[in-house]
């Protein structure tokens, strides 16, 4: 039996990474690009190359995979509910819990939230598939989506699901926080929250882009600082992550998006490159030029690796320890 079989432990693959948050629903791996179809779906082929112990086209598992886990990212509740079914598929293909999902409203989506008791409810009832509560936040970028009101709102109400799913229930799982551009308003936000929950708060900041200032208030809620690809544009960005210690540091991929550019700063610093291309000249098994997927996780962590000063074995290892105590301890 494969060493994979410890995914349904608390234990790990150290030789293996885990993509905290891969967006695998998005139409893209369809082959489309903003509602035109470029190429077939290669959903598979993604899933093959990325996730130990997926079948290959020829049937065999492949456990030569990157990842030994992926936590699948949800915006909205339709979302969410494609989520679980897409987990179910994947995972009794592999025959492991190599997947799993979120359940909350990305702030763009904020006019798209639900009754509060719905929420709950299908929270509830579906917790074994559900890693974390999000992605959930603040984004003052794209308030053409939904306005700074809105947001607050919707933020607010899920704060308060949380709450009751521990209070009547005993659910308790991490946060999967989405912070864009909105200064302190987050961060008083979830401080609030963690004082009205007696001190009770777990979770990331994933994709964090922002000050060593606000990175240092996120740490000292007790949070976790999630990097990706866009986490490495410019020399400020790689300045903050020095100062970040390793230990509260978590690997993503952020798929189909953030992909490491050679315009980025810590591109300087990606070893391993594939052959790839634009996505209306697809060939069966090449990457897609620009599209992120959780096969390339490997250059987000050797980027964290030349920042650090550290080896990327190290750096898999250390990421990897911290997604287990954050979403599977």
């Not at 992926?70 to 190599?98: H, M, P, V």
């Not at 521990?166 to 659910?171: R, S, T």
């Amino acid at each position: 039996m494969s060493s994979l079989s410890a995914t349904t432990s608390s234990t790990f693959d150290s030789t293996k990474y885990i993509d905290i948050g891969a967006n695998l629903l998005d139409t893209k791996f369809l082959g489309e690009y903003n509602g035109s179809t470029k190429h077939p779906s290669d959903i598979d082929t993604v899933l093959s190359r990325s996730l130990a112990g997926y079948p290959k086209s020829d049937g065999s598992l492949n456990y030569n995979a990157v990842c030994e886990r992926i936590i699948i990212t949800s915006g909205t509740f339709e979302e969410c509910k494609a989520s679980i079914e897409f987990c179910k598929e994947i995972n009794a293909k592999t025959g492991l819990q190599s997947t799993s999902t979120t359940a909350g409203f990305h702030p763009t989506r904020s006019a798209e939230y639900i009754d509060s008791i719905d929420l709950l409810n299908f929270i509830k009832d579906n917790i074994e598939y559900l890693t974390a509560f999000g992605e959930l936040g603040l984004d003052y970028d794209r308030l053409q989506f939904a306005d700074k009101e809105a947001q607050h709102l919707s933020l607010n109400k899920q704060l308060n699901v949380i709450k009751q799913l521990k209070e009547e229930f005993g659910i308790r799982k991490p946060l999967f926080i989405h912070n864009r551009n909105c200064g302190d308003d987050l961060y008083d936000i979830l401080k609030t929250f963690k004082e009205s929950n007696s001190g009770d708060l777990s979770g990331v900041v994933h994709s964090f882009d922002d000050s060593i200032e606000l990175a240092t208030k996120y740490l000292n809620l007790g949070l976790y600082i999630g990097l990706n690809g866009c986490s490495f544009r410019t020399e400020d960005n790689l300045s903050v992550i020095k100062e970040i210690p390793l230990e509260r540091i978590l690997l993503e991929t952020d798929s189909p998006w953030c992909d490491l550019r050679q315009t980025h700063a810590g591109f300087k610093y990606v070893q391993t490159k594939f052959e790839s291309v634009k996505e209306k000249k697809w060939k069966e098994g090449c990457y897609v030029k620009n599209r992120m997927e959780p096969s390339l996780i490997g250059q987000v962590a050797e980027c964290l690796a030349g920042v650090k000063g550290e080896e990327v074995e190290v750096v898999r290892r250390v990421c990897g320890e911290n997604t287990m105590n954050l979403f599977f301890s």
